[in-house]
């Protein structure tokens, strides 16, 4: 029997990358979305999968899904997941990030489900450690959707410690790749940029550009994803794992390896300066590697959009 596999978010750019790979590995999947992201242009349901059209806090109807379906394991990635967008609206990023996180557990706990994997945010970091971000170090809150996000971490931690569910907790960092979302001034920084260019328009860099991210391949954070629910080392449950590149770039790197014109704006309140994972951990307890370097990705689009035109 195939082993089955419920992704959460499963439409959207991460989630769908996920579903297409556990499809292609054999899983028979089920996805629960509610195409609520507002900077994704479209959503992408694999018709291999079941469709759930729904919101993660319905637990009336997440029920009926887990009691069908079965699943042998969950990944949630739906969240409420832009910085600007849960600042406008904290009650919706709590709603969905927290309540809607402690219904899959539930949902998880009581269907039998073998393994839960929750997709976090390296913006828990905050501003107060210095990089390379390590696992252990202490959270430094700055707006409501790492708040968000942190409470869900610990609310993995607790159905694993209290009720026995198996959980494992990933923080990514600036997530780039195939179906990055374009739609709106809150999508991606490499997605954007790419739009940009292509539409003949300047680069909008925030602030001075200096700014530093690790910049993170999405089918890195799918082999992250798969390496931890098909792993059989006991370390790996109830801890939580960077999962990154292991190198930064700056706002302004990025826009010359794109390469346009460049405009500046001002600067946004409640984030990071920089970020780098260390990937230490995730390396030794996962085996997890990074395989894709920006650079190369951004000249391989460029190199596919010239073969079209």
Not at 222 to 232: F, H, M, R
Not at 235 to 264: P, Y
Not at 285 to 309: A, F, H, Q, R
Request: hydrophobic content about 35%.
């Amino acid at each position: 029997m195939n082993k089955r596999a419920l992704v959460t978010g499963g439409a959207g750019f991460i989630g769908s990358n996920l579903v297409d790979q556990l499809i292609a590995d054999g899983y028979e999947v089920a996805i629960i979305d509610n195409e609520s992201s507002t900077v994704n242009a479209e959503f992408y349901w694999n018709d291999k999968a079941e469709k759930h059209l729904i919101n993660i806090t319905d637990q009336r109807e997440c029920s009926k899904i887990f009691s069908k379906f079965k699943p042998d394991y969950v990944f949630h990635l739906a969240a409420h997941s832009r910085i600007p967008v849960a600042i406008k609206n904290p009650i919706q990023s709590c709603d969905v990030n927290v309540v809607g996180t402690c219904n899959m557990l539930q949902q998880s706990r009581e269907h039998g489900v073998k393994r839960f994997m929750f997709s976090s945010t390296s913006s828990v970091y905050g501003l107060a450690n210095e990089c390379p971000l390590k696992e252990d170090m202490p959270r430094d809150c700055l707006n409501p959707y790492s708040v968000s996000k942190a409470a869900a971490e610990e609310l993995c931690k607790m159905y694993y410690n209290l009720f026995d569910l198996e959980t494992v907790i990933f923080r990514y960092f600036n997530v780039y790749g195939e179906r990055q979302p374009l739609k709106g001034q809150y999508a991606p920084l490499i997605g954007i940029f790419q739009k940009q260019k292509e539409s003949g328009l300047p680069m909008t860099v925030v602030g001075d550009g200096e700014q530093r991210r690790d910049f993170t391949y999405v089918k890195d954070i799918v082999k992250a994803n798969i390496l931890a629910a098909e792993s059989d080392n006991v370390d790996i449950i109830g801890e939580i794992f960077n999962v990154g590149s292991g190198v930064n770039h700056s706002v302004l790197d990025v826009a010359n390896i794109i390469e346009g014109e460049t405009e500046f704006i001002p600067d946004r309140p409640g984030e990071a300066r920089e970020t780098l994972a260390d990937l230490t951990k995730s390396r030794k307890l996962l085996g997890y590697e990074p395989s894709v370097k920006l650079e190369d990705w951004i000249k391989y689009c460029e190199t596919i959009k010239s073969y079209e035109t």
